[in-house]
């Protein structure tokens, strides 16, 4: 019996003397993993390599080029299709 009790002493000694159910120590643990993040997040952005002005230019007209092609492309071809499919549908009413 005596040994029984020393074992259990010995391990409340080795492990915590205190334990918090497990969505109260999430929550406490909170800031911290917060404030790490940040931390990583600030470490890392300092390493990205960052486009020059005239690229990031050049790349706005690239893609604003494109959209506008491609939105008058889509439009005729829907247009045309459209009145197509209307004079086929008229074609054999």
């Known amino acids: 019996m005596a040994w029984a ?11 915590e003397s205190f334990s918090v159910p497990g969505p109260i120590s999430k929550i406490a643990a909170y800031p911290k993993r917060l404030k790490q993040f940040l931390h990583e997040t600030r470490v890392e952005m300092k390493q990205v ?17 494109t959209v506008a092609f491609f939105g008058v492309f ?18 054999f009413k």
């Open 5 to 15: 009790g020393k074992v259990n002493n010995e391990e409340t000694r080795a492990g």
């Open 49 to 65: 390599n960052w486009p020059s002005w005239p690229d990031v230019w050049s790349q706005t007209v690239v893609v604003t080029v």
């Open 74 to 91: 889509f439009y005729v071809t829907d247009s045309v299709l459209t009145r197509a499919s209307a004079w086929v549908l008229g074609y």
